[in-house]
C-alpha cells in the first residue's frame, strides 16, 4: 500500500482530505535535524530508508503470528479508529 493510498483511505474513513506529499531522504534529513540533533536525523532517516528500500514489499503473515489473529486491511483499521474517536483532537 502507498502513501498516497493510505491518505485516500483515512480521508474516507475521517470525512476530510489529507494528502501525502512526498519528500525527498535528504530534505526528510534536513527536516529533523532542525531540532539539533543530527543523530536523530541520521537514525531516523536510516529507518525510513530500509522501510522503504523495497524489503518490505511482499505480504507475508508476521501479524497473524506476533497476535494470533489475522490482519485488517487498513481501510477496515481507519474507519474503525476514526469511528472510536482514536483521531479526534489531532490535527
Known amino acids: 500500500?502507498?502513501?498516497?493510498?493510505?491518505?485516500?483511505?483515512?480521508?474516507?474513513?475521517?470525512?476530510?482530505?489529507?494528502?501525502?506529499?512526498?519528500?525527498s531522504f535528504e530534505a526528510f534529513h534536513a527536516a529533523i535535524a532542525t531540532s539539533g540533533d543530527a543523530f536523530v536525523a541520521d537514525v531516523f532517516t536510516a529507518i525510513a530508508r530500509e522501510t522503504l528500500d523495497g524489503r518490505n514489499a511482499q505480504v507475508c503473515d508476521g501479524v497473524q503470528k506476533a497476535l494470533g489473529r489475522p490482519p485488517r486491511d487498513f481501510a477496515t483499521y481507519a474507519i474503525q479508529a476514526a469511528k472510536s474517536g482514536a483521531w479526534a483532537s489531532a490535527a
Open 1 to 23: 500500500m502507498s502513501f498516497a493510498e493510505m491518505a485516500n483511505a483515512l480521508s474516507h474513513a475521517i470525512g476530510r482530505p489529507i494528502r501525502h506529499i512526498p519528500i
